[in-house]
Structures are given as structure tokens and as C-alpha cells.
């Protein structure tokens, strides 16, 4: 029986997830259909709940993480703690919710080998920046973050989930000078919501940048933010990393039921995941 599985959001024509989920199953030898489809906010429980029994799993993007999250009818650790779902699976008691992204942005990071991290800019203040979070403090839990973000709220909430996880955490409301004293910068917000900020520090020959740059945003890639890191030498890290390793979680989820189990072959299957995606 060919299983069905697809990534909803909205907007989604851009997703690379079809691309790159569908050439691991062909690794793996799964007759497994990925899609992609547009469901907008307030959306997600009526496209769940008219679903056929061939359908498997979904994974989820903007703006459905926090609105899977309430769906779910059981959460693993990582989205207890962010209040974030971006993978569904069915399960013989309901639709169990995920988040990886806390395991994408790890091994994006880690993968990078920037070096030791003591300082940190996350900027944005939505589901994703919750998940840099999450990750930031597995990666360096004696780390200073500090929060770039136009939402007062999100942003105060943000910080005090920060302090939670035993960070120490701030708002900050200059970003070219914040980012000129951090180990890494982590930009969370959709592709094109930075070129605004790029233009700007583009024509200032004073901004450079100290550390690293994971930029989410991977629709065009490197994105005009990331650009200026580059032009300064420093270091880049593609959203498209990111969301390969979020999507070998979610393949083990699809296939074991837990992200911590690794794929038959994974090596392989990683292989051919990168390739799709170049």
C-alpha cells in the first residue's frame, strides 16, 4: 500500500521538502507518495481530520507549528518544551507531535565547526527562534543570547523561555552592533524579511560582522543577509542545512516512531538527500 505524506503551510510552492524526502525513499525502498500543500492559519485541523487512512504523516511550516502543537494528541520533549510541531505521524491512538528543528539547527551548527560559542544573536521572535533556542542550549548551555526582534511580546516571552533553559538571555535593539560582538548570529525569519536590514548595513563599510551566520531563509540562497557575512569572510550556514537534517528526524519518526533511531543505510540515504538538494 502506497503511504501518503505531504508538508503544509502557507506559502509552500517554494519547499524543497518533496525534493529531498522523496529521494530518501526511494533509498530506503518505500513505495511512499510526498507531497506538498497549501494550508493557511486555522487551517490544520480540518485538512487532518478529512484524511484518508493511507495517509502516514505531515510535516508542517509556517504558520502551523504552534497550531500543531494544540492538535497533537501526544508531544515528544522537543515540542513540549518549544510549544512547536513541525511533523505529525499517525499512530494507532492518535496523531503524535514532533519538533525537529531543535535537531536541524543542532546539526547545522555542529556540522559548521564554527568553534566554541559564548555568545549568541537569535533574531526573530516565532516558533522557529523558540527552537534556536531549544538548540542554543543544547549546544552551549553556559551561552549569552541576546534577541533581535520587532514584537514586544513574542520577544519578552522569548527571553524569559531562554532564562528557563538556564540561559542568560537579553533584548537587544541594535542589530549591526550586536552582531559585530556575537559567535554566531541565527536569522529565523521568512526568505526576504532581512534584504530590508541587508540594504542598509550593505552601505555601512564599519558593519562587520564577528561570527558565524545560520540563516533559515534558503530561498535564494546564500540570501542578500547572508551575503554580507560572506563579503566580510565569515562564515555561512544555508537554512538548507537546517532543513536536511530536520528531515532525516522526521524520516526516522515516519519509519521507527523516534527521531533518536537512525535510518537503515543512513549515510546513503543522507548522500542522496544532499543530492536532491543540489
Do not use: C
Not at 139 to 156: E, G
Amino acid at each position: 500500500m502506497t503511504r501518503k505524506l505531504a508538508v503544509l503551510g502557507s506559502p509552500i510552492a517554494h519547499s524543497k521538502s518533496p525534493m529531498i524526502h522523496s529521494a530518501a525513499y526511494g533509498v530506503l525502498g518505500l513505495d511512499w507518495d510526498y507531497d506538498k500543500i497549501e494550508v493557511r492559519k486555522g487551517g490544520l485541523r480540518p485538512f487532518v481530520e478529512a484524511l484518508e487512512p493511507t495517509w502516514l504523516g505531515l510535516s508542517l511550516t509556517m504558520p502551523l507549528k504552534e497550531e500543531a502543537a494544540k492538535f497533537a494528541d501526544s508531544l515528544d520533549h522537543n515540542a513540549k518544551v518549544t510549544g512547536a510541531v513541525n511533523t505529525l505521524v499517525r499512530t494507532e491512538t492518535g496523531w503524535a507531535g514532533f519538533n525537529t528543528d531543535v535537531f536541524g539547527i543542532v546539526q547545522a551548527v555542529s556540522l559548521a565547526n564554527i568553534g566554541p560559542l559564548e555568545s549568541v544573536l537569535v533574531i526573530g521572535s516565532g516558533a522557529t527562534a523558540t527552537s534556536a533556542i531549544a538548540a542554543i542550549a543544547l549546544l552551549a548551555p553556559s551561552v549569552t543570547v541576546r534577541v533581535f526582534a520587532r514584537n514586544a511580546v513574542t520577544r519578552k516571552e522569548l527571553i524569559t523561555f531562554a532564562t528557563q533553559l538556564g540561559l542568560t538571555a537579553k533584548k537587544t535593539g541594535n542589530l549591526p552592533r550586536t552582531a559585530k560582538r556575537v559567535d554566531l548570529t541565527i536569522a529565523t525569519l521568512p526568505g526576504s524579511a532581512l534584504n530590508d536590514w541587508a540594504a542598509r548595513l550593505g552601505k555601512k563599510a564599519s558593519f562587520q560582522p564577528r561570527g558565524a551566520l545560520l540563516d533559515v531563509a534558503y530561498q535564494p540562497w546564500p540570501s542578500q543577509f547572508a551575503a554580507l557575512w560572506s563579503a566580510q569572510g565569515r562564515p555561512i550556514i544555508s537554512g538548507l542545512q537546517m532543513l536536511l537534517w530536520q528531515a532525516v528526524a522526521q524520516i526516522r519518526i515516519f519509519t521507527s516512531g523516534d527521531p533518536g533511531v537512525p535510518l537503515p543505510n543512513e549515510v546513503a540515504v543522507v548522500e542522496s538527500m544532499r543530492h536532491a538538494l543540489d
